[in-house]
Protein backbone atom coordinates (compact mmCIF):
# COMPACT_ATOMS: atom_id res chain seq x y z
CA UNK A 1 0.00 0.00 0.00
CA UNK A 2 1.50 3.81 -0.28
CA UNK A 3 3.30 5.17 2.17
CA UNK A 4 1.54 8.45 2.55
CA UNK A 5 -2.54 8.82 2.92
CA UNK A 6 -3.58 11.98 2.70
CA UNK A 7 -7.31 13.38 4.19
CA UNK A 8 -9.60 14.46 3.67
CA UNK A 9 -10.05 13.26 0.43
CA UNK A 10 -11.84 16.62 -0.76
CA UNK A 11 -12.10 19.58 1.10
CA UNK A 12 -14.07 22.71 0.01
CA UNK A 13 -14.56 26.50 2.12
CA UNK A 14 -15.11 29.26 1.48
CA UNK A 15 -12.87 32.09 0.32
CA UNK A 16 -10.47 33.59 3.22
CA UNK A 17 -11.16 30.34 5.18
CA UNK A 18 -8.13 28.29 6.27
CA UNK A 19 -7.44 25.25 5.10
CA UNK A 20 -6.26 21.90 6.98
CA UNK A 21 -4.77 19.11 5.23
CA UNK A 22 -3.40 15.55 6.83
CA UNK A 23 -1.29 13.19 5.80
CA UNK A 24 -0.19 9.85 7.56
CA UNK A 25 2.46 7.91 6.86
CA UNK A 26 3.88 4.29 7.64
CA UNK A 27 7.67 3.88 7.82
CA UNK A 28 10.74 5.67 9.25
CA UNK A 29 11.33 8.80 6.47
CA UNK A 30 14.67 10.75 5.76
CA UNK A 31 12.06 13.84 4.99
CA UNK A 32 8.06 14.63 3.70
CA UNK A 33 7.08 16.79 0.79
CA UNK A 34 3.96 18.27 0.19
CA UNK A 35 3.01 19.67 -3.46
CA UNK A 36 0.32 20.73 -5.55
CA UNK A 37 -1.23 20.07 -8.83
CA UNK A 38 -3.72 21.64 -10.86
CA UNK A 39 -6.06 19.70 -13.11
CA UNK A 40 -4.40 18.50 -15.61
CA UNK A 41 -0.68 19.37 -15.20
CA UNK A 42 2.68 18.69 -13.21
CA UNK A 43 2.76 18.71 -9.55
CA UNK A 44 4.85 21.63 -8.58
CA UNK A 45 7.02 21.18 -5.02
CA UNK A 46 5.20 23.76 -2.02
CA UNK A 47 7.71 22.83 1.20
CA UNK A 48 9.89 20.02 2.16
CA UNK A 49 9.97 19.07 6.19
CA UNK A 50 13.00 16.82 7.47
CA UNK A 51 12.22 14.41 10.43
CA UNK A 52 14.22 16.29 12.63
CA UNK A 53 12.52 19.13 12.15
CA UNK A 54 8.48 19.81 13.61
CA UNK A 55 6.87 22.80 12.07
CA UNK A 56 7.85 24.62 8.88
CA UNK A 57 6.75 28.23 7.20
CA UNK A 58 6.91 29.61 3.74
CA UNK A 59 4.34 32.17 3.03
CA UNK A 60 0.85 31.19 3.64
CA UNK A 61 1.63 27.51 4.38
CA UNK A 62 2.52 26.10 7.65
CA UNK A 63 3.82 22.45 7.57
CA UNK A 64 4.19 20.39 10.48
CA UNK A 65 5.95 16.83 11.38
CA UNK A 66 5.05 14.54 14.15
CA UNK A 67 7.34 11.34 13.44
CA UNK A 68 5.87 9.83 17.01
CA UNK A 69 2.78 9.52 15.26
CA UNK A 70 3.90 9.67 11.63
CA UNK A 71 2.18 12.53 10.37
CA UNK A 72 2.35 15.65 8.92
CA UNK A 73 -0.56 18.59 8.54
CA UNK A 74 -0.50 21.23 5.58
CA UNK A 75 -1.89 24.99 6.87
CA UNK A 76 -2.91 27.06 4.08
CA UNK A 77 -4.06 30.42 5.53
CA UNK A 78 -6.12 33.16 4.28
CA UNK A 79 -7.53 30.95 1.25
CA UNK A 80 -7.85 32.29 -1.96
CA UNK A 81 -10.03 31.05 -5.12
CA UNK A 82 -6.58 30.14 -6.64
CA UNK A 83 -5.51 27.61 -4.20
CA UNK A 84 -7.94 25.59 -5.83
CA UNK A 85 -6.16 22.11 -7.00
CA UNK A 86 -5.10 18.54 -5.43
CA UNK A 87 -2.47 18.27 -2.61
CA UNK A 88 -0.32 15.39 -2.20
CA UNK A 89 1.93 14.47 0.39
CA UNK A 90 5.17 12.12 -0.12
CA UNK A 91 7.87 10.71 1.88
CA UNK A 92 11.29 9.92 1.46
CA UNK A 93 12.86 6.74 2.89
CA UNK A 94 16.09 6.93 4.95
CA UNK A 95 19.25 6.87 2.36
CA UNK A 96 20.47 9.45 -0.38
CA UNK A 97 18.73 9.96 -3.86
CA UNK A 98 15.55 7.32 -2.37
CA UNK A 99 12.22 8.12 -3.93
CA UNK A 100 9.48 9.64 -3.08
CA UNK A 101 6.03 7.80 -2.72
CA UNK A 102 2.73 9.89 -3.18
CA UNK A 103 -0.26 9.46 -1.19
CA UNK A 104 -3.64 9.88 -2.88
CA UNK A 105 -4.13 13.49 -2.46
CA UNK A 106 -6.52 15.60 -1.25
CA UNK A 107 -8.99 17.83 -3.69
CA UNK A 108 -8.74 21.77 -2.04
CA UNK A 109 -11.84 23.97 -3.65
CA UNK A 110 -11.92 26.91 -2.22
CA UNK A 111 -14.93 28.79 -3.07
CA UNK A 112 -15.35 32.82 -4.15
CA UNK B 1 13.41 27.99 -10.19
CA UNK B 2 14.40 25.02 -11.93
CA UNK B 3 12.53 24.16 -15.15
CA UNK B 4 11.50 20.32 -16.39
CA UNK B 5 10.32 20.39 -20.30
CA UNK B 6 7.80 17.66 -21.33
CA UNK B 7 6.85 16.81 -24.71
CA UNK B 8 4.09 16.55 -26.42
CA UNK B 9 1.63 17.75 -23.94
CA UNK B 10 -0.55 15.48 -25.72
CA UNK B 11 -1.13 12.74 -27.93
CA UNK B 12 -3.40 10.35 -29.93
CA UNK B 13 -2.30 7.04 -31.37
CA UNK B 14 -3.74 4.66 -32.84
CA UNK B 15 -3.17 0.77 -31.47
CA UNK B 16 -0.12 -0.95 -31.76
CA UNK B 17 1.98 2.00 -32.62
CA UNK B 18 4.91 3.33 -30.20
CA UNK B 19 4.90 6.62 -28.73
CA UNK B 20 8.01 8.42 -27.83
CA UNK B 21 7.65 11.02 -24.33
CA UNK B 22 10.83 13.16 -23.84
CA UNK B 23 11.62 15.17 -20.38
CA UNK B 24 13.93 17.57 -20.20
CA UNK B 25 15.43 19.52 -17.45
CA UNK B 26 16.49 22.64 -18.93
CA UNK B 27 18.53 24.64 -16.46
CA UNK B 28 20.38 21.95 -14.41
CA UNK B 29 21.53 18.63 -14.55
CA UNK B 30 19.68 15.32 -13.83
CA UNK B 31 21.10 12.04 -12.85
CA UNK B 32 18.35 11.13 -12.37
CA UNK B 33 14.33 11.26 -13.47
CA UNK B 34 11.42 9.29 -12.65
CA UNK B 35 8.28 8.53 -14.61
CA UNK B 36 5.14 8.37 -13.05
CA UNK B 37 2.15 7.38 -14.31
CA UNK B 38 -1.57 8.84 -13.24
CA UNK B 39 -4.84 7.79 -13.37
CA UNK B 40 -7.99 10.76 -13.35
CA UNK B 41 -8.26 11.42 -9.48
CA UNK B 42 -5.96 8.94 -8.34
CA UNK B 43 -1.98 9.24 -7.05
CA UNK B 44 1.11 8.92 -8.94
CA UNK B 45 2.25 5.90 -9.38
CA UNK B 46 6.06 5.49 -9.68
CA UNK B 47 6.93 3.28 -13.10
CA UNK B 48 10.63 3.49 -13.26
CA UNK B 49 13.87 5.64 -12.24
CA UNK B 50 15.77 6.80 -15.21
CA UNK B 51 20.01 6.89 -14.51
CA UNK B 52 21.76 8.63 -16.81
CA UNK B 53 24.10 6.40 -18.77
CA UNK B 54 22.53 3.56 -17.12
CA UNK B 55 19.48 0.81 -17.17
CA UNK B 56 16.61 2.53 -15.55
CA UNK B 57 14.93 0.80 -12.75
CA UNK B 58 12.02 -0.32 -13.07
CA UNK B 59 9.23 -0.73 -9.64
CA UNK B 60 7.34 -4.12 -9.40
CA UNK B 61 4.73 -4.94 -12.00
CA UNK B 62 5.96 -2.57 -15.28
CA UNK B 63 7.14 -4.31 -18.25
CA UNK B 64 10.55 -2.58 -18.85
CA UNK B 65 9.83 -4.32 -22.74
CA UNK B 66 6.77 -2.51 -22.49
CA UNK B 67 7.80 0.91 -21.56
CA UNK B 68 11.77 1.44 -22.92
CA UNK B 69 13.45 4.59 -20.51
CA UNK B 70 16.68 6.09 -22.16
CA UNK B 71 18.35 8.53 -20.18
CA UNK B 72 21.43 9.63 -22.73
CA UNK B 73 22.52 12.97 -20.76
CA UNK B 74 22.61 14.67 -17.80
CA UNK B 75 19.38 16.79 -19.33
CA UNK B 76 17.29 14.29 -21.51
CA UNK B 77 15.41 11.05 -20.40
CA UNK B 78 12.52 9.69 -22.94
CA UNK B 79 10.39 7.02 -22.28
CA UNK B 80 8.98 5.19 -25.01
CA UNK B 81 5.44 3.55 -24.91
CA UNK B 82 5.89 0.30 -27.29
CA UNK B 83 2.67 -1.08 -29.10
CA UNK B 84 0.28 1.11 -27.16
CA UNK B 85 -3.02 -0.24 -26.49
CA UNK B 86 -6.16 1.42 -25.35
CA UNK B 87 -5.38 0.41 -21.31
CA UNK B 88 -2.27 2.47 -21.79
CA UNK B 89 -4.29 5.62 -22.09
CA UNK B 90 -3.03 8.12 -19.09
CA UNK B 91 -1.04 10.68 -17.93
CA UNK B 92 2.41 10.20 -17.66
CA UNK B 93 4.75 13.02 -15.71
CA UNK B 94 8.28 12.70 -15.31
CA UNK B 95 10.54 14.53 -12.84
CA UNK B 96 13.82 15.32 -12.37
CA UNK B 97 15.97 15.78 -9.18
CA UNK B 98 18.54 18.47 -9.13
CA UNK B 99 22.00 16.72 -9.43
CA UNK B 100 24.26 20.08 -9.25
CA UNK B 101 24.10 20.25 -5.52
CA UNK B 102 21.33 23.45 -5.66
CA UNK B 103 18.86 21.22 -3.29
CA UNK B 104 20.01 21.28 0.51
CA UNK B 105 19.51 17.29 0.61
CA UNK B 106 20.30 13.80 -0.99
CA UNK B 107 15.97 13.52 -1.22
CA UNK B 108 15.23 17.10 -2.03
CA UNK B 109 12.70 17.97 -3.75
CA UNK B 110 11.40 16.89 -7.75
CA UNK B 111 10.88 19.56 -10.31
CA UNK B 112 8.14 18.07 -12.25
CA UNK B 113 7.43 18.33 -16.27
CA UNK B 114 3.69 19.36 -17.57
CA UNK B 115 2.94 15.84 -18.34
CA UNK B 116 1.79 14.15 -20.99
CA UNK B 117 -1.85 13.01 -21.42
CA UNK B 118 -2.10 9.73 -23.97
CA UNK B 119 -4.69 8.75 -25.70
CA UNK B 120 -4.15 5.35 -27.58
CA UNK B 121 -7.95 4.56 -29.52
Known amino acids: SQQGEEDPQALSIQEGENATMNCSYK?????LQWYRQNSGRGLVHLILIRSNEREKHSGRLRVTLDTSKKSSSLLITASRAADTASYFCATALTGANSKLTFGKGITLSVRP | GAVVSQHPSRVICKSGTSVKIECRSL??????MFWYRQFPKQSLMLMAT?????????EQGVEKDKFLINHASLTLSTLTVTSAHPEDSSFYIC?????????????????FGEGSRLTVL
Open chain 2, 50 to 58: SNEGSKATY
Open chain 2, 27 to 32: DFQATT
Open chain 2, 95 to 111: SARDSTGRSTSNTGELF
Open chain 1, 27 to 31: TSINN
